[in-house]
């Protein structure tokens, strides 16, 4: 059995869209579709809304970590570049710390001999504000997703680039009304990104363990 965990905050539960429609759930469906007949998978989504990845960290070892996923996939940002006044004006993790949390959660995965991690970027989202720095929300998510980009490439993970994907569209194309969270057309989106760079890693292990086994086994 192969098991995959999505792991993230708000964005990966698909907050405000039924079950059925979440991105999650269709890349399960498109996985088990595909690879079904050949192997057994398993998918789960951990997740807690308006975390970030200091909250991520805290919860690494009790649901990630103890639950050995072959594959895990990480989504965070947007609430981490997140200002608030009450944060004296500053985001709610600074980039450098964003940074630095999403290499530990590497780390430690890797510690636990966790190997396939598929970062994922996030999609834009509809607010129409400035933030305290004097950019919008997505103007400030960008930057973090920037980041992903350069952490999923230094450290060797694989990467899903949901920002790229959705570049042609408006973001009020892919949110609900909350302005935030993707709607059913941004959740399909994200699967059809999502749900090939899993394919991929998925085919490099099944290869890999049928190349572990002896001989007589594969006959």
Known sequence: MYKTIFFGDSFTNCNGLPHSDTWPTIVRDT??????????????????????????????QRDILFAEPNILTVQYGTNDSTYLMSNRGAPLVSQDTFRFNLLELVNKCRLFNIQRL????NHPVALDRYDINGLTP????????EIIREVASTSACHLADVRKAMENYKPKELCLDDQIHV?????????????????????????????????????
């Open 31 to 60: 996985l088990n579709k595909q690879f079904g007949s050949r192997v057994n998978l398993k998918f789960e989504t951990s997740v807690a809304t308006q975390e970030n990845t200091r909250g991520a960290l805290e919860r690494l």
């Open 118 to 121: 598929i970062f994922i970027t």
């Open 138 to 145: 997505n103007e400030n998510t960008r930057l973090y997703d």
């Open 183 to 219: 709607n059913k057309f941004g959740a399909k989106v994200y699967a059809e990104t999502i749900a090939p760079v899993i394919a991929m890693v998925l085919e490099g292990l099944i290869d890999f363990e049928n190349q572990q086994l002896p001989v007589s086994a594969k006959c």
